[in-house]
């Protein structure tokens, strides 16, 4: 009993130790974005291979989650006779939930990954021992610039997830089953909100992108510098992430859409 | 240049990796540091670099004490040390030129046409002008080792440390090597450290030699002198006899009893 209790102490105090370690990492990561900031060219390489290259995962999903909203969505509308209330139900489930979460999830999966496997490659074949022995601290010059493309990616890739789900939403809605095209788009224009729906969409994505980019380029840097060490830290950011943006987006959903700002 | 005295270093305190090391490095010679793998050679390197603080005693690199440097300082001093990693560890998202103008364009304000004429002078120092052009993924190891080698010396340094430069390179490249850190160091007038379990290629150009084994200095001298030397370590360790002060056996229970107790099928 005595020694179940102690493995249950180490372990907490392992997880506790590795979080306060994870955040002291993060505000270095502040600290030392100077480089990223001043130097952009560095941060737009790194959002060519974060955001640019995720384009097409997160436009064809978003497209077909669209096309399934339009169909789903109409399924039941009609059962009420508010079928016109169909560019409603897209735009919202998208612009507040879908578009942030499943881009976020689709984004730790495509890009936190590569961020997690190329930091931690790095370390693997001493590419950032090297660039410290040359006076250059990695942690501005190679992490900061990844975490910042990150961040700025993140919201416009929920932002193009959204519109492409409409998009699929309008062609299954009023192209393929014929829903009133006027209604889908001006009731859908009369009802979405731009502070409360859009931009409390737009802070989720945001809150998302700092999440997952944290989570991949701490797991990257922290890895153990073997094969199987940059596997894990891999596999580790995708679930990490994944877990942090669902939970995240339960305590967001509970600030911004109860209580006082309940419509 | 680099002056060590009673150094002591262990990653866990219970476990001292070094023990009470001395030595002395001169400026302008090439200093061979040999022993086993995993008896503190890259170690006693890394505390050279101020990548790791030493418990006790005291390394005096370059006029300054590394260990009781602060970040900002060691990486100063840094821009003076150049480093050769056992594979190279080039940048493998950039090309032979941008691995060899890294520090040129990170440190100093220069035109990219000097930079160009700068890298093309250090790539014509390894024989490697023609490649710069290429991914590392094109190189071949030794190849790599080369550009690696011109991206240390970018900015001129005055210290060179290699950390097993010799390992797994075919013997043409291997000579190639060899020559060059004798070359270069003569030529740039700078001084250099080789941590090696290489005898024959290190003998051939350092020009002093320091034995370790289990964290401590068991022997040095001149190529020469080492090879005549009668302590049983070293005879061992140029010979590559099997066995000596160095085992061969892992130390284990006794044969027989184990054999009989293992389970069988």
Same mark, same amino acid.
């Given at each position: 009993? #005595?020694?179940?209790?102690?493995?249950?102490?180490?372990?907490?105090?392992?997880?506790?130790?590795?979080?306060? @370690?994870?955040?002291?990492?993060? #505000?270095?990561?502040?600290?030392?974005?100077?480089?990223?900031?001043?130097?952009?060219?560095?941060?737009?390489?790194?959002?060519?291979?974060?955001?640019?290259?995720?384009?097409?995962?997160?436009?064809?999903?978003?497209?077909?989650?669209?096309?399934?909203?339009?169909?789903?969505?109409?399924?039941?509308?009609?059962?009420? !006779?508010?079928?016109?209330?169909?560019?409603?139900?897209?735009?919202?489930?998208?612009?507040?939930?879908?578009?942030?979460?499943?881009?976020?999830?689709?984004?730790?999966?495509?890009?936190?990954? +590569?961020?997690?496997?190329?930091? !931690?490659?790095?370390?693997?074949?001493?590419?950032? +021992?090297?660039?410290?022995?040359?006076?250059?601290?990695?942690?501005?010059?190679?992490?900061?610039?990844?975490?910042?493309?990150?961040?700025?990616?993140?919201?416009?890739?929920?932002?193009?997830?959204?519109?492409?789900?409409?998009?699929?939403? @309008?062609?299954?809605?009023?192209?393929?089953?014929?829903?009133?095209?006027?209604?889908?788009?001006?009731?859908?224009?009369?009802?979405?909100?731009?502070?409360?729906?859009?931009?409390?969409?737009?802070?989720?994505?945001?809150?998302?992108?700092?999440?997952?980019?944290?989570?991949?380029?701490?797991?990257? @840097?922290?890895?153990?510098?073997?094969?199987?060490?940059?596997?894990?830290?891999?596999?580790?950011?995708?679930?990490?992430?994944?877990?942090?943006?669902?939970?995240?987006?339960?305590?967001?959903?509970?600030?911004?859409?109860?209580?006082?700002?309940?419509? | &240049?680099?002056?060590?005295? /009673?150094?002591?270093?262990?990653?866990?305190?219970?476990?001292?990796?070094?023990?009470?090391?001395?030595?002395?490095?001169?400026?302008?010679?090439?200093?061979?540091?040999?022993?086993?793998?995993?008896?503190? /050679?890259?170690?006693?390197?890394?505390? %050279?670099? $101020?990548?790791? /603080?030493?418990?006790?005693?005291?390394?005096?690199?370059?006029?300054?004490?590394?260990?009781?440097?602060?970040?900002?300082?060691?990486?100063?001093?840094?821009?003076?040390?150049?480093?050769?990693?056992?594979?190279?560890?080039?940048?493998?998202? &950039?090309?032979?030129?941008?691995?060899?103008?890294?520090?040129?364009?990170?440190?100093?304000?220069?035109?990219?046409?000097?930079?160009?004429?700068?890298?093309?002078?250090?790539?014509?120092?390894?024989?490697?002008?023609?490649?710069?052009?290429?991914?590392?993924?094109?190189?071949?190891?030794?190849?790599?080792?080369?550009?690696?080698?011109?991206? =240390?010396?970018?900015?001129?340094?005055?210290?060179?440390?290699?950390?097993?430069?010799?390992?797994?390179?075919?013997? %043409?490249?291997?000579?190639?090597?060899?020559?060059?850190?004798?070359?270069?160091?003569?030529?740039?007038?700078?001084?250099?450290?080789?941590?090696?379990?290489?005898?024959?290629?290190?003998?051939?150009?350092?020009?002093?030699?320091?034995? &370790? =084994? =289990? $964290?401590?200095?068991?022997?040095?001298?001149?190529?020469?002198? &080492?090879?005549?030397?009668?302590?049983?370590?070293?005879?061992?360790?140029?010979?590559?006899?099997?066995?000596?002060?160095?085992?061969?056996?892992?130390?284990?229970?006794?044969?027989?009893?184990?054999?009989?107790? =293992?389970?069988?099928?």
């Amino acid at each position: 009993m #005595a020694e179940l209790f102690g493995r249950l102490g180490t372990m907490v105090t392992r997880r506790v130790w590795q979080l306060g @370690y994870a955040a002291r990492f993060f #505000a270095y990561v502040l600290m030392h974005s100077g480089t990223a900031l001043r130097r952009f060219g560095l941060t737009i390489r790194e959002m060519y291979f974060a955001g640019v290259m995720s384009l097409v995962i997160i436009l064809v999903s978003g497209l077909f989650v669209g096309m399934v909203l339009g169909l789903q969505g109409y399924e039941t509308l009609q059962r009420y !006779g508010s079928s016109e209330a169909l560019g409603i139900l897209v735009a919202l489930s998208l612009v507040r939930e879908l578009g942030p979460v499943v881009s976020g999830l689709l984004f730790a999966s495509r890009a936190g990954s +590569a961020i997690t496997a190329e930091i !931690g490659l790095m370390k693997a074949t001493e590419q950032l +021992a090297a660039m410290e022995m040359m006076a250059v601290d990695p942690i501005a010059r190679v992490v900061a610039p990844r975490f910042w493309a990150g961040v700025l990616s993140m919201p416009l890739l929920a932002a193009l997830f959204s519109a492409m789900g409409i998009f699929g939403g @309008y062609l299954v809605g009023v192209q393929l089953i014929g829903v009133d095209e006027g209604a889908f788009w001006s009731q859908m224009q009369a009802s979405v909100d731009w502070r409360q729906d859009v931009l409390n969409g737009v802070i989720k994505s945001i809150v998302f992108g700092i999440a997952v980019t944290w989570i991949a380029v701490f797991e990257g @840097y922290d890895a153990t510098p073997t094969a199987e060490g940059v596997s894990g830290a891999t596999t580790r950011t995708v679930v990490t992430s994944s877990l942090a943006i669902l939970a995240l987006d339960f305590v967001l959903t509970a600030l911004m859409f109860t209580g006082g700002n309940a419509r | &240049m680099v002056e060590i005295e /009673k150094l002591s270093f262990g990653y866990d305190r219970a476990e001292p990796v070094l023990h009470d090391i001395d030595l002395e490095i001169p400026a302008g010679s090439v200093v061979g540091i040999m022993g086993q793998s995993g008896c503190g /050679k890259t170690t006693l390197l890394r505390l %050279i670099a $101020g990548w790791l /603080k030493a418990d006790a005693g005291r390394a005096q690199v370059l006029g300054e004490e590394i260990g009781r440097l602060d970040a900002r300082r060691v990486f100063a001093l840094r821009r003076k040390m150049g480093m050769l990693f056992q594979f190279g560890a080039l940048f493998t998202d &950039m090309t032979v030129f941008d691995n060899v103008a890294f520090q040129m364009r990170e440190h100093t304000e220069l035109p990219e046409e000097l930079i160009g004429d700068l890298v093309a002078m250090k790539l014509e120092a390894v024989g490697l002008r023609g490649a710069a052009q290429l991914m590392p993924s094109a190189l071949s190891g030794g190849m790599a080792r080369r550009v690696a080698l011109a991206r =240390a010396i970018a900015l001129d340094p005055t210290l060179m440390l290699y950390d097993e430069p010799f390992t797994g390179l075919d013997p %043409i490249s291997l000579g190639v090597i060899a020559r060059l850190i004798r070359t270069l160091n003569d030529s740039l007038d700078q001084t250099s450290i080789v941590v090696s379990h290489d005898v024959e290629e290190c003998f051939a150009i350092v020009d002093y030699v320091y034995f &370790m =084994a =289990a $964290g401590r200095i068991v022997a040095h001298g001149t190529p020469q002198e &080492m090879r005549g030397s009668k302590e049983a370590f070293v005879s061992q360790f140029v010979q590559g006899a099997t066995d000596g002060p160095i085992p061969f056996h892992y130390p284990a229970p006794d044969y027989e009893p184990d054999l009989a107790a =293992a389970p069988h099928g």
